[in-house]
Every structure is written in structure tokens, then in C-alpha cells.
């Protein structure tokens, strides 16, 4: 090979090492300041709400769950009471449920009451949140004892 073909080389593989390096450091900042999708999926918007389905007066108190029960994961066992305060759950330490699993993001989800009912939202986390057997895309509306997973931590809804 040529000097100049191999001086090329060197200099593509300095530039593709360089955005590996960069992209990386996004990846970092991200998991540990939040991203700006999560941000944004944090801050309220009334255009989301209007979307739910919304449930007659009388089934909304008739099963109305009054606590979250952590069931699988290093937390099983834990009971948060439901008052109405948004539960952020994830690794950060500012977190209503801080749960310390490798697959969790600092601020992985969010479950929240809306108009009678519990909404669980997804806050830009990297490998997801599930209701049941469904990725969670946008808010949605959590029944009692469906299964929320989170990494390897599950919690539901009780009365």
C-alpha cells in the first residue's frame, strides 16, 4: 500500500473512533442528567390527556386501587400508598420507587392519576417500560393487577 492510502485509513478510523467516543459520552450524559425526550415527557400536556379513554364516575371509584406492591425484583415486597402524587420510578436517587436494577434507567417511568384512573408513562427510558405484554409508547391507563415491568422489577396496581 501507498503512504497516502495508509495515512486515509488512519484518519478514518481516528474519525470513526472519535464519533464511538462522542456518541458514548451522549449516552452517559443522558442516563445521568435525563434526556430531553424525558424532559419533555415529564412536563404535563393537555393534548395526551384528551386521548384516554375515559371510564363512567361509578366503575372509576368502584376500582379505584389505593396501593402500588412491588412483586418481582430486589424491592418485592415494597408497598407505596397511592395519594394522588405522582410516582417517578427509577435509579435516580430523587425517585419515588428507587429501584437499583441494571436495566432501569434514572428516570424510567412515571405513574400518575388522571381523571380517576392511574396513567403509567414511559419517560424515555432506554429499554423500555411494559403494561402486561405491551411496550408502553405513550401514556396509558393502568387496570389494577396488570403487571407494569421496569427492567427486572414488576409492580402493580392493588385495592
Known sequence: MTPFTLTLIKLAFLAVLWLFVIAAVGVIRADLFGS???TRAAQPQP?????????PRAQQQRSAPTKLVVVQGERAGTVIDLTGVPITIGRANDATLVVTDDYASSRHARIYAQDGQWIVEDLGSTNGT???RTKVSRPMPVPPGVPVRIG?????LRK
Do not use: H, N, S
Open 152 to 156: 427486572k422489577t414488576v409492580i402493580e
Open 36 to 38: 430531553k425526550a424525558a
Open 47 to 55: 393534548a395526551r390527556a384528551a386521548k384516554l379513554p375515559k371510564q
Open 130 to 132: 411494559y403494561l402486561g
